[in-house]
């Protein structure tokens, strides 16, 4: 008999999908904005890109912070830490690079970062249900930056 899987909080879940809006909006408003708009709506998409790799640093951060008791480091957390901070560095670099260069280091990021938060599910940082909310949004998430790499 297969172990219940836990769900997915509803809060998370609904905060997740409501964050691919700001994703979605620039790589659509190609399809209606005036050309005019386009480069605004490039660096929009790039910098929430920044933001949102950043924050998914900070959730190694909290992760690490949480795993252990005062004054203890559990095995692995150390590195938790080290690996937390570069995401924000990342994006930082994203934002100083031509666009779609910036997108496509954006794209590696994700990718990496979601392996990373994989990883922490499987060696009992992050709870079980952690990669089920993130497979789906960092798919959509790279799919949403790579079409916006195409059409601008």
Known sequence: ???????????????GILGLIPFA??????????????DVLARALLAYGAVILSFLGGVQWGLAAAGGTPGADRPGTADRYV????????????LLMPFPIG??????AFGWILIVDLR???????????????IPLSGAVMLLLAAGAVVY
């Open 83 to 94: 690996v937390s901070v570069i995401p924000s560095l990342i994006g930082w670099s994203a």
């Open 120 to 134: 922490a599910t499987a060696h009992g940082f992050a709870p079980d249900w952690y990669p089920r909310l993130r």
């Open 25 to 38: 909006v620039p790589v659509l408003g190609a399809l209606v904005a005036a050309p005019a708009w386009h």
């Open 1 to 15: 008999m297969e172990a219940t899987r836990p769900a997915v909080p509803k809060v998370a879940g609904l905060l």
């Open 103 to 108: 997108v496509w280091t954006l794209i590696a």
